[in-house]
């Protein structure tokens, strides 16, 4: 475990660090559209987008935490959208840190649940690393539309589901 990491606000000035930690997860980087992505969302309180520094390594994490109000709850809830350690310093206690803090903003703030969502095929989720941490799964399958990345989902996912084409 790093002991003398610390958690900080992200600014402007690490989008190169937050370009690169993104670019470990997988998904292709455009910097204009992080760079305005994260100008926007450092200037609304309903998004949190932290950085965990340490003295010998500089940034070595982030975490992007959003909040939005749910009718069902009567109250608001908060996701992680992006949890990443850099490679080479996982397994060393950084990411269950920020998980820690993330859950007590949400506790500070009053929010009525904390979730994320996790690809199947990610290690941390093959590692149960959530659930070690008092997350349980849900039952409840997530449903997209639109692009991601330049993608769209093949229509032949889930055949069975597919409404009849009407010409």
Known sequence: MIATMTIRPAVLADLPIISELLSQLGYPVRRDALSSMLREMLGDPRHIVLVAEEPDHGVVAMIDLSARPALRLQGWIGVIEE?????????????????????????????????????????????????SRGFVAAECVTYRWGRLEGRQAPPSLYPEHQAPEMV
């Open 83 to 131: 949890l990443v350690v850099k490679r080479g310093l996982r397994d060393r206690g950084i990411g269950d840190r920020l998980v820690q803090y993330a859950k007590g903003l949400a506790a500070e703030r009053g929010w009525a649940r904390l979730e994320t969502v996790v690809a199947r095929k990610r290690e941390s989720n093959r590692r149960s690393f959530l659930f």
